[in-house]
C-alpha cells in the first residue's frame, strides 16, 4: 500500500484545512485507515480513522467536534476536514493504513505497516 498526503499549510488560528490521502496498491474500504500527527519533540499521536470496513470514525477527544475523517471508496481517498484549528494543532500529520491492527491497537502508531510522508500543519496565534 502506498500512501500520498497532502494539504497541510500555515494558516491562524480558527481557520480550517482539509489534509487529504491517496492510497494505491490496496483497496481503502478494507484497510484500517487513520491519521497521526507530530508535533516537535513529542511522540506521535492519534488523530482520527477508521477500522476496517467500518463506517464509524473514531477521534481523540482533543479533536472531537473540530475534526472529520472520511472515506472515499471510489477515489481511494482517505480525508481529514479539520475545523477550529488551533495552535496545539500544529504538528506534521501522517495517513497511515494497517491490514492486521486489532481494535485494542487502533491507536498505537506501531500497529500501523503503512504511513504515508508526512504533511505539515502550522496553526498560528
Known amino acids: 500500500v502506498q500512501l500520498q498526503a497532502s494539504g497541510g499549510g500555515l494558516v491562524q488560528t480558527g481557520s480550517s484545512l482539509r489534509l487529504s490521502c491517496v492510497a494505491s496498491?490496496?483497496?481503502?474500504?478494507?484497510?484500517?485507515v487513520a491519521w497521526f500527527r507530530q508535533a516537535p519533540g513529542k511522540e506521535r499521536e492519534f488523530v482520527a480513522g477508521f477500522f476496517r470496513s467500518g463506517t464509524s470514525a473514531y477521534y481523540t477527544d482533543s479533536v472531537k467536534d473540530r475534526f472529520t475523517i472520511s472515506r472515499d471508496r471510489a477515489k481511494q481517498t482517505v480525508d481529514l476536514q479539520m475545523n477550529s484549528l488551533k495552535p496545539e494543532d500544529t504538528a506534521s500529520y501522517y495517513c497511515?493504513?494497517?491490514?492486521?491492527?486489532?481494535?485494542?491497537?487502533?491507536?498505537?502508531?506501531?500497529?500501523?505497516?503503512?504511513w504515508g510522508q508526512g504533511t505539515q500543519v502550522t496553526v498560528s496565534s
Open positions: 496498491g490496496r483497496t481503502v474500504s478494507g484497510l484500517t
Open positions: 497511515v493504513a494497517s491490514t492486521t491492527v486489532i481494535w485494542s491497537a487502533r491507536a498505537t502508531p506501531n500497529a500501523y505497516g503503512y
